[in-house]
């Protein structure tokens, strides 16, 4: 049943490095592999290429969007919610997720990374934003080497 | 493939009666049976008996949340949306539907109405709203009498 | 001092009838004269007309846009907020209201009648939308005759 | 004429330390002094003591509220909008204003510069996130070292 698997979100730009876009493709196959459904923000780039990994291991595939029409979803996205909002659709990409994978971003990821935080959901990070505060590193996101620790540690975590 | 299917939006209360909670079931049933994946706000009354209904006959279902969480979903969700807006969220619903499906209904079902109809997504009403607007008769709701009826109306409608 | 004011709402199409943009008008102009502030979807039409009526008459106008940009405000339009979510943006309009009055509109006011009266928000109707359900008729839309008795009814309901 | 003035967010978190409170209020302060309008979230902390220092200049101070109901508002809130969006009114805060000053914060302080950023809007900071992307040092917040250098450089980047 769809409803006991876990639902992972990957973030990142639309517009990636050719490696950022293989380790967000790589992500999307690992999900997969393991059962998670593949939340995403539902457009190119990082949400595009984790799509295509997860599709081509038959994984569930939600592509959040923020305008007004599905035509908008990148072609690997089997299940698209409009929701009209714009960049307001941030907090729901991460709210529809039990954790996080951020990989690279610019600031439209880096909202979404900080309405996770906000809501005590675990960010999984690779080549991504760090963060200080007031001068004092925070260690909010958790490091991980490449796709499989991410996928493993996001799993590990996705328990709400 | 998923994303050939069609998504067909059951909107109605979250207090049906007896009659409205069947209707909306019967409707579920028929939208999996037919092939369509179910688009709803993910709460109780009719959104639960609609999900029931298609989860009867192995149908997706998808809970477009107002919430903060997925625990709210009712229990036949199987991709629960946590859009943590509210009742704006009743514009995502619509929006992420190719024809909507009103059952009975209060307020919060007008506004879905509204939206779709304002949205040119098509509207079919069984028990539910009729309008008119300075005294001239609104039949921008198609009418069906049966839940049969409003599936098949429904489907041929879904073009977008 | 301000926070004491009455905070109404104007809502109504963007491309009223001539009637209609002349009672939008008059009741901008009134609720000026009265001391309330004007809270509108900051757009065309009903919603110019209403800001020009209050200005004329040094009243305070809100306008709650949908898109990304406060240029996109009416000039009558001294207080713009840039929501940025769209249409979703129609409950925010009634909710920083504490009474509505609709002149005539279409689809996107009739939910905004909707969220205001799922609110608890007293809407009043000038040449508006009427409604039924089931074939019986809803009289929650309380009837004006003219911008004068809308306003006045609106004031004396906005207790909130 | 209120729209010809600036508006300037504060943005900020909800238990600032003493010292915070206190740039804030000198920051609200100073805001009014100069003739700006203080946009903020509407609730406590960082919040109302900006709005405070705006007011006992006689600064007008508009809250863009997350929740339901305008009695969330902080005292010194003039002008309270209802979005009823909950934290995704973190989007409208930053896009109603030409620029924004940041003073400490958390996550979803974060969140709103990040919007902001993403939105080429303006973001000054005072004790607050910093910033660094793929191990390279992101330099967008601008820095002040006090309430009138903070004021100052808003103000003279308010311009769109």
């Known amino acids: 049943m769809i409803n006991k698997k876990r639902f ?24 997969a592999i393991k059962g998670a459904i593949l939340v995403c923000g539902g457009l190119g780039g990082v949400m595009e290429a984790a799509c295509k ?17 599905r035509q908008a ?15 307001a659709r941030n907090l ?3 709210k529809s997720a039990q954790a996080v994978i951020a990989i690279g971003g610019s600031y439209g990821t880096l909202s979404e990374i900080s309405h996770a935080l906000q809501s005590g959901i675990p960010v999984i990070g690779l080549n991504t934003w760090s963060l200080s505060r007031n ?21 590990s975590l996705a328990t709400n």
């Open 53 to 69: 990994g997860a599709q081509s291991e038959s994984g569930v595939t939600i592509g959040i969007l923020p305008g007004e029409s």
């Open 8 to 31: 992972i979100a990957v973030i990142g730009g639309a517009e990636p490095s050719p490696r950022e876009a293989k380790l967000a493709e790589e992500v999307g196959r690992e999900l």
């Open 135 to 155: 001068g004092k590193q925070d260690n909010s996101i958790i490091l991980a080497q490449n796709p499989t620790e991410a996928v493993n540690k996001a799993l």
């Open 92 to 94: 729901a990409v991460v």
């Open 73 to 87: 979803a990148n072609p690997y996205v089997q299940i698209p919610i409009v929701t009209a909002i714009g960049y």
